[in-house]
């Protein structure tokens, strides 16, 4: 097989075997060494092929895989439609939505006709293979013929613009695909200048400017945005879904096409020119210079954030004078925490940490730090209770696994800790804290959640047990060991029917007389705050956050018309927006664990979930949190039933899943009724927090008010 006629075009040729009709075998004859395509084609289930013709047998595709690399891999020759295209486009890792395919025969100058190639049959496909068959048997003409697929971007546009390309002049009948063209002012970016290695000529395209970007010209070479050629053509693609712009643009030049892939970044001042309507290129670039703004201005907002945010401001709650050394906690521990990353304490863990450690009787003196030692025999008695209350995602579950791991006795082989969540997600997750920062040590846990329950629940020897309140009550019977009883989320472990009353099950089930009390929140409602001081005499009280509103997490609404909107407009936020990760609150109920775990390592980016995981669930990724449905006070409180107004507690802690440890993030509510919009004015004046307003119907808007992080 002849090697192919352009060595950057974007081709395959179809290569029409005529001996005998036998399928081949082996990866094609181009000698290339890497035959995982081929491998994958050969391990495809067997495709329903119609009779063949008997002097046809395969069709050996040659795919560009990138610049200058090809592979060769063979179809049946009638190989149906779909499964062609499935196949040629997961080999040039094209996506099916957006990809578009062309293709000439080698009988057709270089630069003749381009026919579309469609994954329905709109086009002319079929003919296509007949034609070159014919081709083919002409006993004059050579063995093989060619059938070049390219891709094609954006998508061909029938010919009736005036101002058609030199390319695609001699083809007026057939159906044009623009040229695309990148120009650095006004220099084409052929195959020498956009090499990134290319030397002079990549560094003047980077320092190049165009008459727009006049007004940058204060800006130093170190403050230039340097995106690469694809992320910005991924951002336009979701800005102008009507632009049917590739993932891959190929940049035609005259004699072939240069893939925009290789060039490895642009200034800011660089404008594409697309072959295409005057209209449509001003909008492209309009959005090219739009999303460079953004970028911009959210980078400027990120650093601004960071800056006041960062452990170093003294009104972060992130804040810290004083380092894990000097709060006591032992070296095994302090190993843990800093594999984990954590450098200072924050607020929360700086405040809390000396009472939930103070004790030296109890506080085995090998896992306290010296000079905490010292501090901690100045103010002997009993363990301290604690009513602790910060805001979302600011360490209080750090906080609480360091004191039962410091306090339990790890030659004693019984129940010493039990630490209670309101759900098996957040019992898992306070688990894998307590595994993380406790790597260096001995320590024995176990869970009490249903289905995991240890095989002799009568005789556990693990130090630790967390679990949820009716699991644990049954594992636990008069524990005399258990000296540390916490509860995370404490405002709604104690509030909501049922749980409320399991969980004092457990709590009068522990006999210790020197039980310590550890209740946390990110909200505290007055009236579990005196129904908790009963639960934990005598507790210190820290309370960092009295505003209940979070300031790196923007909050939004949106208009819908209707319920059935809401959906429309969540589809077009994922259009817009690379989001990370997201949650999206919703009232039906849903699956678990495995589902939290995929969603955990990142490999669902979406998470629709209930108030299940409203609270406590920690993923560091989620920058956006939507309430599909807003919390009500009825889905919480059982008897409430008629209570539509809005759950406010529950509503903190929905943001609280996004922004997490000071990060940015955003929450969107769905407003769709009277109802929905009163609720929204009642969350907005208990928060004591505008929430802003976003139109619906303007993209643009939506996306500059949005300034994901
Ligand atoms: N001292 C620290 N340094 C760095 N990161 C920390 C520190 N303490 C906690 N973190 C990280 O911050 C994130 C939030 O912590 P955590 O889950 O303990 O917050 P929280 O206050 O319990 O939140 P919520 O109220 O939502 O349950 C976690 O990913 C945790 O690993």
């Not at 019977?477 to 509860?487: A, G, M």
């Not at 009724?673 to 929204?680: F, L, N, R, Y």
């Amino acid at each position: 097989m002849p090697p192919p006629a352009h060595e950057d075009y974007a081709v395959a040729l179809m290569n029409h075997a005529l001996d005998g009709g036998l399928l081949r075998e082996e990866a094609g004859e181009s000698g290339n060494e890497d035959e995982d395509i081929d491998l994958q084609f050969n391990n495809q289930p067997p495709l329903q092929i119609a009779p063949v013709p008997a002097h046809v047998g395969t069709v050996t595709v040659r795919l560009p895989l990138k610049k200058g690399i090809i592979r060769d891999i063979d179809f049946p020759a009638d190989i149906p439609r779909e499964d062609f295209f499935d196949r040629v486009l997961a080999n040039m890792a094209l996506d099916r939505a957006t990809a578009q395919l062309g293709w000439r025969s080698n009988d057709e100058p270089k630069r003749g006709p381009v026919h579309r190639l469609a994954i329905d049959d709109s086009d002319d496909v079929d003919g296509a293979f007949r034609t070159l068959l014919k081709t083919k048997n002409r006993p004059r003409r050579q063995r093989e013929v060619f059938m070049e697929i390219i891709h094609l971007n954006p998508a061909p546009v029938q010919a009736r613009k005036k101002k058609t390309s030199r390319v695609h002049k001699s083809s007026a009948s057939q159906p044009l695909i623009p040229p695309i063209h990148v120009h650095i002012n006004n220099v084409p970016l052929t195959k020498s200048n956009i090499n990134p290695t290319a030397g002079p000529a990549t560094r003047g395209l980077k320092r190049s400017r165009s008459p727009d970007s006049a007004e940058e010209s204060t800006d130093s070479d170190n403050n230039k945005e340097a995106l690469s050629l694809s992320d910005v053509i991924d951002r336009l693609h979701r800005k102008f879904p009507q632009l049917n712009l590739p993932q891959y643009v190929p940049l035609f030049e005259q004699e072939g096409i240069v893939y925009a892939e290789t060039v490895a970044e642009f200034g800011k001042d660089f404008y594409i020119h697309l072959g295409m309507t005057e209209g449509a290129a001003g909008r492209l670039l309009s959005g090219v210079k739009r999303i460079l703004e953004l970028d911009k201005r959210a980078k400027k907002r990120a650093r601004a954030y960071d800056k006041e945010n960062s452990q170093g401001n003294h009104n972060s709650p992130l804040y810290s004078a004083e380092t894990f050394q000097e709060l006591g906690l032992h070296p095994d521990l302090l190993k843990g925490l800093f594999a984990m990353g954590f450098d200072k304490p924050s607020k929360i863990q700086e405040k809390a940490l000396p009472f939930l450690l103070t004790d030296p009787c109890r506080v085995r003196t090998s896992l306290l730090h010296p000079s905490f030692a010292r501090t901690a025999h100045r103010d002997p008695g009993r363990p301290t209770n604690m009513i602790g209350q910060s805001q979302s995602g600011t360490g209080k579950t750090a906080a609480f696994v360091f004191t039962m791991l410091t306090r339990i006795d790890y030659d004693l082989n019984k129940p010493q800790a039990i630490s209670l969540a309101r759900s098996r997600e957040l019992a898992r997750q306070i688990m894998s804290v307590i595994t993380a920062v406790s790597k260096y040590t001995s320590v024995r846990t176990v869970y009490a959640i249903k289905d995991s329950l240890p095989h002799d629940a009568t005789n556990v020897t693990a130090q630790i047990i967390v679990g949820t309140p009716g699991t644990m009550s049954d594992l636990l019977r008069h524990r005399r060991h258990v000296e540390v009883f916490l509860l995370d989320e404490v405002d709604n472990m104690l509030d909501q029917d049922g749980l409320g009353e399991q969980t004092l099950c457990v709590k009068n089930l522990l006999r210790a007389k020197q039980l310590q009390v550890i209740l946390f929140s990110a909200t505290l409602p007055g009236h579990v705050r005196s129904y908790a001081s009963k639960i934990a005499p005598n507790a210190n009280k820290i309370e960092l956050q009295k505003e209940l509103s979070v300031d790196n997490i923007c909050q939004f609404y949106m208009d819908c018309r209707n319920a059935e909107h809401r959906y429309d407009i969540l589809v077009s936020l994922y259009r817009l927006f690379t989001i990370g990760q997201s949650i999206i609150f919703y009232q039906d109920a849903a699956e678990r664990d495995a589902i939290i775990d995929r969603f955990r390592e990142g490999r669902e980016k979406v998470l629709i979930a209930t108030n299940v995981i409203a609270r406590g669930i920690d993923i560091m990724q989620v920058n956006m949190a939507v309430n599909y449905d807003l919390p009500l006070i009825n889905e919480r409180v059982t008897g409430k039933g008629a209570d539509e107004r809005p759950d406010i507690e529950t509503y903190i802690h929905r943001i609280g899943r996004t922004g997490r440890f000071g990060r940015r993030g955003v929450l969107i509510n769905f407003v769709h009724d009277k109802k929905t919009w009163m609720q929204i004015e009642l969350i907005e004046k208990a928060l004591g927090k505008k929430i802003t307003r976003i139109e619906t119907n303007d993209v643009d808007e939506m996306e500059a008010v949005i300034l994901l992080p």
